[in-house]
């Protein structure tokens, strides 16, 4: 186990950041003018790479992947197509930054929603490079295994029976070769929309964390709540006593 770490929050740049779930520095949607952005790495159609204009974490590289044109749509709307473009060129960014070899470990995420920790409503995803903490040396095996929903011959999708933070995780795994990519695509969208629309109490906000661990991609989807106490204060996870429901419900609506 890596001697544990702390990054830095930047509060002096944080308190210019604009917010839009709690209407701090916010007149209209940075992302939609997209004249008005600066420091752009990629574009592909409604995709665009960028630095992050507001870099609040010392000793990382901070870029923001902007999914769509406007705050009209989200990742619960996507077509199947749309969200395989999406998740090739975030994947690519974010392996060729790990591939670089300029950082200790390279992260890359989805905040959805007011309980997700984003500041915005509009789609988009981030990539940072770290330059002291490896994620990694803090991962387990276990936290990617659970109950089966869904397996093929390249994709694994299952509900953590061992979650790294508690109550609802799902994992979408492939080898790291990326044959699979879309089919792990696919799959996300069908956990998103599950979530969104059949979550078994309503869900406005949700993570996505990408992982190359062990020469696999697994991408763990989790719904966001108010956190637990006993999490917070004592790092005692939770699971749900209605697990196997979660499942049946999962394969039955997406996986038949």
């Known amino acids: 186990m890596e001697e544990e770490k702390y990054l830095v929050f930047l509060n002096d740049i944080n308190k210019d950041k604009p917010n839009e779930f709690q209407k701090i520095n916010i007149k209209e949607c940075p992302f939609c003018n997209r004249d008005k952005l600066t420091d752009i790495i990629d574009e592909k159609g409604p995709f665009m790479l960028l630095k992050n204009k507001y870099p609040t974490i010392k000793d990382t590289c901070q870029l923001v992947i902007i999914e769509t044109y406007t705050c009209e749509n989200d990742m619960g709307e996507y077509s199947e197509e749309y969200m395989e473009d999406l998740i090739r060129f975030g ?15 390279v992260i890359f995420y989805k905040n959805h929603g007011p309980r997700s920790g ?21 991962i387990k095996d276990e ?17 953590s029976h061992t979650p790294f933070n508690g109550f609802t995780e799902f994992n979408i795994i492939i080898d790291d070769d990326l044959n699979a990519l879309s089919e792990l695509s696919v799959n996300l969208r069908k956990i998103v929309h599950y979530l969104l629309n059949n979550y078994f ?29 006993l999490l917070l204060g004592y790092g005692i996870r939770q699971i749900s006593s209605c697990e196997e429901e979660i499942v049946d419900k999962v394969k039955s609506l997406y996986f038949q």
């Open 91 to 105: 994947v690519k960014h974010w392996l060729r930054m790990e591939g670089s070899g300029e950082y200790k470990s």
């Open 118 to 138: 984003g500041s915005l409503k509009h789609p988009h995803m981030q990539i940072v490079g770290i330059d002291d903490i490896d994620y990694k040396s803090r």
């Open 143 to 159: 936290y990617f295994n659970g109950i089966e929903i869904h397996k093929s011959d390249n994709c694994l999708v299952n509900l």
């Open 201 to 229: 109490v309503k869900c406005d906000s949700f993570n996505i964390f990408f992982y190359h661990f062990k020469e696999k991609i697994i991408c763990k989807v989790m719904p966001r709540f108010t956190s637990s106490p």
